[in-house]
């Protein structure tokens, strides 16, 4: 409809009746009480009882003339049924036809239903859960809704040509960064609307909507609690928002001009000027929608691009930093493996391309297998070179069914023939063993450090990955997860990770065996979830085998068994008794354990029957690994520079 002053005739409210949703604060209580002051009767309908004696007596006061009904409806309009209660009761004769808390009703039917009820709480997208989003439909869109059809359906049958009013959004004609849950109530909002508009024209009543920007109420402190400060920055700053009761002036004004677009900040203007002119709704003002429809058309892609967009793209690192979504974190267990893999080829090529062309090794550990064959040893280029470092050479001469090459007699050759390597656990060697053989059924030196160093490479690759979901469970803070994880990748000794070594593999048996102790992550938070319950006897058992694997590899692994003592005993235990979780710890404990005592069994049967009895087999529990560290490998002393002498 075009206004035209000195044609159209101003709605005029005095001697109406109002019926107002969501009447008991914010932009509900300042229209119903700016009616009240302009002559009408007013019905307000919330859910809280305390909020609505409080709001009707705010009311009274702003009559016009102490004749005016006032009064209140406690209801969740959100269901047809309720709705449906409320309208009628508005226009009974008397209180006692409600079954909800109720004061006195005003008698006739309402001549203008304002929904203006509805809540917001922003968020990212991403963070958001569905009762957030069944929240909005429910309390935004389903009170309209209920209370439209439900005013419409009591107009409709009693001839009565009243109004109806919606409260829709400036995010109702655009999308906005945290009101994904809101926005597309109010777009919904304005769909039945447009729709209403049209049909009701079969029965003479009007619908008119609302878009209003930033309203200064007591439920815009509530959104602040949880808006994103990206969100905070695109509304503006508070000063550019209106109070409710300058949006209810702005709202009667627009209703009383007969505008079905009624809007009261200029942006939202221009952007119901380039959206909502044409089609089967009325623009304002044809002359001037025109008008604003052109400036829109030049001012909003400069004020998007330059404005909006570019606010959005400077928030970006703060956002990640928020919500933990670095650009890897979109994938963050790919992401960490790549990166680990790549890292440790670029070890592996330093590793052996350095020694060979620019500088010798100062460690001459490989030069013990040089003279391995005659075709292998005529060529610069051999894995064992490059790949033999430190204590390596130990584990392969306990892994090598024959004596390796080296001066006198050669070292190692058909398992632990030295009590100095007893120190090593047989993890790397039975390993080392395996990947060794071919096809043909013979043992290769080179195939088992080959085969090995790819193992390896693969099992340090996939820590990261692996320590960043433990982090993730524990500490529920992605960014700092994803930090560590990153940090884990840059080791200090990066040769150990790409070589036959035992810590890539007891690295990847302990994370894995911890991760299956540990709460499962949501996958869209990244967050420990809120269903867990404890670990579950399985889930310790599983973890029990890759920890006694862990132990075959390095026998600090032992230590690892109180992660499952604080799984089934201290944190969040599993229903079950507690004699029955200390057995069971008890029992996964010495299972963990078992590749290193069956080990040290294995020594003392070895070494101890023989006539040269060594000091170690008479001493306590006859272990052999403590006298070795002590004896040969002079650990945490400084001597143990000189311990060459032992070999």
Not at 135 to 150: G, N
Not at 361 to 369: G, I, K, R, T
Not at 384 to 393: F, G
Not at 423 to 431: H, I, K, M, S
Request: glycine share 6%; hydrophobic share 45%; with cysteine.
């Amino acid at each position: 409809m075009v206004y035209i002053p000195f044609l159209s005739s101003d709605w005029e409210p005095a001697g109406k009746h109002v019926f107002i949703t969501g009447g008991s604060q914010g932009l509900g209580l300042a229209l119903a009480k700016l009616l009240a002051s302009r002559g009408s009767d007013v019905t307000i309908v919330a859910r809280s009882v305390s909020k609505l004696e409080k709001a009707a007596a705010d009311i009274m006061s702003c009559r016009k003339d102490n004749a005016q009904l006032v009064s209140f409806y406690s209801a969740d309009l959100s269901s047809f049924e309720h709705s449906a209660e409320a309208i009628k009761w508005s226009a009974s004769s008397s209180a006692a036809t409600s079954s909800h808390p109720a004061s006195s009703p005003v008698g006739r039917l309402a001549d203008a239903v304002f929904c203006c009820a509805g809540f917001a709480k922003p968020g990212f997208f991403i963070e958001q859960t569905e009762e957030d989003f069944k929240a909005h439909i429910q309390m935004d869109y389903m009170t309209a809704l209920s209370t439209s059809h439900a005013a419409a359906r009591a107009m409709a049958a009693a001839n009565h040509k009243g109004k109806i009013v919606f409260v829709s959004s400036t995010v109702g004609l655009m999308g906005m960064v945290g009101y994904a849950s809101y926005s597309p109530m109010k777009f919904a909002i304005r769909g039945l609307a447009e729709s209403l508009r049209s049909e009701m024209l079969l029965y003479g009543i009007s619908v008119h909507c609302y878009f209003p920007g930033t309203i200064l109420s007591p439920g815009y402190e509530v959104e602040n609690r949880t808006k994103p400060e990206l969100t905070k920055k695109l509304e503006g700053p508070p000063e550019d928002g209106m109070t409710p009761e300058q949006c209810a002036r702005g709202l009667l004004k627009g209703v009383q001009r007969g505008h079905f677009f009624i809007t009261t900040d200029i942006l939202t203007e221009l952007f119901r000027a380039n959206t909502g002119t044409g089609g089967s709704v009325p623009g304002n003002n044809w002359l001037l929608d025109r008008a604003k429809a052109f400036v829109a058309l030049i001012a909003l892609p400069i004020w998007r691009r330059f404005e909006h967009d570019r606010t959005i793209r400077a928030h970006a690192a703060q956002h990640h930093r928020e919500v933990g979504t670095l650009s890897l974190s979109s994938r963050p267990y790919t992401s960490l493996f790549l990166l680990s893999l790549l890292h440790r080829f670029l070890s592996l090529s330093l590793l052996c391309i350095i020694p060979s062309l620019i500088v010798q090794p100062f460690d001459s550990s490989a030069q013990l297998l040089s003279p391995t064959t005659s075709s292998s040893s005529s060529s610069p280029w051999r894995l064992t070179d490059w790949l033999v470092r430190w204590d390596s050479i130990h584990f392969l001469g306990a892994a090598s069914p024959e004596p390796l090459p080296a001066s006198g007699d050669g070292v190692g050759g058909g398992g632990y023939q030295w009590e100095q390597t007893l120190a090593f656990q047989p993890g790397l060697v039975w390993l080392l063993r395996l990947a060794g053989y071919s096809v043909q059924g013979r043992w290769s030196l080179d195939a088992a450090v080959g085969w090995t160093t790819v193992l390896a490479v693969l099992s340090s690759s996939l820590c990261p990955p692996l320590l960043y979901h433990i982090l993730c469970s524990v500490l529920s803070q992605p960014p700092l997860a994803l930090v560590a994880a990153l940090l884990s990748i840059l080791s200090p000794s990066p040769s150990t990770l790409v070589t036959p070594t035992p810590e890539p593999f007891f690295s990847l048996f302990a994370l894995l065996g911890i991760a299956l102790l540990s709460p499962p992550i949501d996958a869209s938070t990244k967050r420990a979830s809120s269903s867990w319950s404890g670990a579950t006897v399985l889930q310790a058992l599983l973890s029990s085998f890759c920890f006694a694997v862990a132990v075959a590899f390095r026998a600090n692994g032992l230590l690892l068994a109180g992660y499952i003592w604080y799984a089934l005993i201290w944190d969040r235990p599993v229903s079950s008794s507690l004699p029955l979780r200390l057995s069971s710890a008890t029992t996964l404990t010495i299972f963990t354990a078992s590749p290193f005592v069956l080990s040290q069994l294995w020594a003392k049967d070895r070494f101890c029957s023989a006539a040269d009895r060594r000091p170690w087999c008479d001493e306590g529990l006859g272990i052999v690994y403590s006298f070795v560290q002590s004896e040969h490998w002079r650990v945490a002393e400084w001597s143990s520079l000189d311990s060459h002498d032992r070999y």
